[in-house]
């Protein structure tokens, strides 16, 4: 168990000669180009002042798309990355320079790193066994991880033998036998199908409460990041979006991007005007005027935000069939279950309305009209110009 401070962290990749740094330049201005990195005279800029206080046995999430500098930043951590400025303290202890062996960190790959042609146990008790740990506690330690993980029945088997959900448990129990002040995990889950995942994000959450460490965890699942994290941190292009609880995120979020990669379906995105009228504050989309709630006037008042074009965000489930709302045209009806998810669309765009299933509807014919609106507690309103929520 161990606090973990990144100050300012920077990870700049450096070109390899003056003809590969011509041409990543040139690639860099294409506007084909996916990646916003920044490039610089030094290099490409992959992780931007990163800087994040993590608690002594809190479990942070680094959460993102591919590329936006989360494991790069999680390797950093470990000492698998030199780092290019900044300072990385556990504990107090700067450990910029030192060893990863030194750095009293475990890490889990997402491809399980085993040995082929180790025994579940030998797997297992390869760390303590370069640390000439007596066997006795070799023993004792492999068997009470075993236990936790709930593979001890397999201890004797090697890795080809078992299935994937069988070999992230023994990466994991590799990594808790020697006890770590962090625990870094690298989307342990991402090779696993769906209902395995389930089960191992499970899995880990029960882990948490039996060992004593920190945890970073990276992943591109936003759904992993929700149920596991205390914290979370979504990245983009190198850089923090924002730093929150799950709940905090989900509710508060400060920009389009947050806005748009947390919650599952997507939240639905508008071009509509905010409208000031003294205290109060209106949306208006198509043919409805919806007031925000009092504390979202609060925060735009102190703000000093006045009318204008926005923005606006609503998610799928807070969005609410009505007579006489806002018109729209159903493209697709998908039954889920207990809700169905209605694809359709309004104002231009593609929207996503959850409608429970009870009272018997069950379909809706593909180009019927229907008619939605929302009420103004659940509305994030975000500035054309900057993309940031005008809340915040």
Same mark, same amino acid.
């Given at each position: 168990?161990?606090?973990?401070?990144?100050?300012?962290?920077?990870? $700049?990749?450096?070109?390899?000669?003056?003809?590969?740094?011509?041409? &990543?330049?040139?690639?860099?201005?294409?506007?084909?180009?996916?990646?916003?990195?920044?490039?610089?005279?030094e290099g490409v800029v992959a992780v931007q002042e990163f800087s994040l206080d993590i608690?002594?046995?809190?479990?942070?999430?680094?959460?993102?798309?591919?590329?936006?500098?989360?494991?790069?930043?999680?390797? !950093?951590? %470990?000492?698998?990355?030199?780092? /290019?400025?900044?300072?990385?303290?556990?504990?107090?202890?700067? !450990?910029?320079?030192?060893?990863?062996?030194?750095?009293?960190?475990?890490?889990?790959? *997402?491809?399980?790193?085993?040995?082929?042609?180790?025994?579940?146990?030998?797997?297992?008790?390869?760390?303590?066994?370069?640390?000439? +740990?007596?066997?006795?506690?070799?023993?004792?330690?492999?068997?009470? %991880?075993?236990?936790?993980?709930?593979?001890?029945?397999?201890?004797?088997?090697?890795?080809?033998?078992? /299935?994937?959900?069988?070999?992230?448990?023994?990466?994991?129990?590799?990594?808790?036998? &020697?006890?770590? @002040?962090?625990?870094?995990?690298?989307?342990?889950?991402?090779?696993?199908?769906?209902?395995?995942?389930? *089960? !191992?994000? %499970?899995?880990? $959450? #029960?882990? &948490?409460?039996?060992?004593?460490?920190?945890?970073?965890?990276?992943?591109?699942?936003?759904?992993?990041?929700?149920?596991?994290g205390d914290r979370i941190v979504i990245m983009k292009d190198g850089f923090i979006q *924002?730093?929150?609880?799950?709940?905090?995120?989900?509710?508060?979020?400060?920009?389009?991007?947050?806005?748009?990669?947390?919650?599952?379906?997507? !939240?639905?995105?508008?071009? %509509?005007?905010?409208?000031?009228?003294?205290?109060?504050?209106?949306?208006?989309?198509?043919?409805?005027?919806?007031?925000?709630? +009092?504390?979202?006037?609060?925060?735009?008042?102190?703000?000093?935000?006045?009318?204008?074009?926005?923005?606006?965000?609503? &998610?799928?489930?807070?969005?609410?069939?009505?007579?006489?709302?806002?018109?729209?045209?159903?493209?697709?009806?998908?039954m889920m279950g207990s809700s169905i998810h209605l694809h359709v669309n309004s104002e231009? #765009?593609?929207?996503?309305?959850?409608?429970?299933?009870?009272?018997?509807?069950?379909?809706?014919?593909?180009?019927?009209?229907?008619?939605?609106?929302?009420?103004?507690?659940? @509305?994030?309103?975000?500035?054309?110009?900057?993309?940031?929520?005008?809340?915040?």
């Open positions: 168990m161990a606090t973990v401070q990144l100050k300012n962290i920077k990870k $700049i990749y450096p070109f390899v000669s003056g003809e590969d740094k011509k041409a &990543r330049k040139k690639k860099a201005e294409s506007p084909e180009r996916k990646s916003n990195l920044q490039i610089t005279d608690a002594d046995k809190e479990f942070i999430v680094l959460v993102g798309p591919s590329g936006c500098g989360k494991s790069t930043t999680l390797r !950093m951590v %470990a000492g698998l990355e030199e780092i /290019s400025a900044g300072e990385l303290l556990i504990d107090g202890k700067v !450990m910029n320079d030192v060893a990863p062996k030194d750095r009293d960190i475990a890490m889990v790959f *997402q491809n399980y790193a085993l040995y082929p042609h180790m025994t579940v146990y030998d797997n297992m008790a390869f760390p303590l066994k370069l640390r000439k +740990a007596p066997k006795e506690e070799i023993d004792k330690k492999v068997r009470e %991880a075993a236990e936790i993980l709930d593979i001890t029945q397999y201890l004797s088997r090697k890795p080809k033998a078992l /299935s994937g959900g069988q070999r992230q448990r023994v990466a994991i129990g590799r990594a808790i036998v &020697r006890d770590p @002040a962090v625990l870094l995990m690298d989307e342990p889950l991402s090779n696993l199908d769906a209902k395995l995942r389930n *089960q !191992m994000r %499970a899995e880990i $959450i #029960k882990l &948490r409460e039996r060992i004593d460490t920190t945890f970073i965890y990276v992943t591109h699942d936003q759904t992993e990041a929700m149920t596991l *924002q730093i929150g609880t799950p709940q905090e995120v989900f509710n508060n979020p400060r920009n389009l991007f947050v806005a748009g990669f947390i919650g599952t379906p997507q !939240m639905n995105f508008f071009d %509509a005007k905010l409208e000031k009228e003294g205290d109060k504050f209106f949306v208006l989309l198509g043919n409805e005027k919806v007031e925000l709630s +009092a504390e979202k006037e609060a925060r735009l008042l102190a703000n000093g935000v006045e009318s204008q074009d926005i923005t606006l965000g609503v &998610r799928p489930e807070h969005i609410t069939l009505i007579e006489g709302g806002v018109p729209a045209t159903v493209d697709v009806s998908e231009g #765009k593609d929207v996503i309305i959850i409608v429970p299933s009870e009272g018997g509807l069950s379909h809706f014919d593909m180009g019927s009209a229907v008619s939605f609106s929302f009420k103004g507690n659940v @509305a994030h309103v975000f500035s054309k110009e900057t993309e940031k929520n005008l809340e915040w």
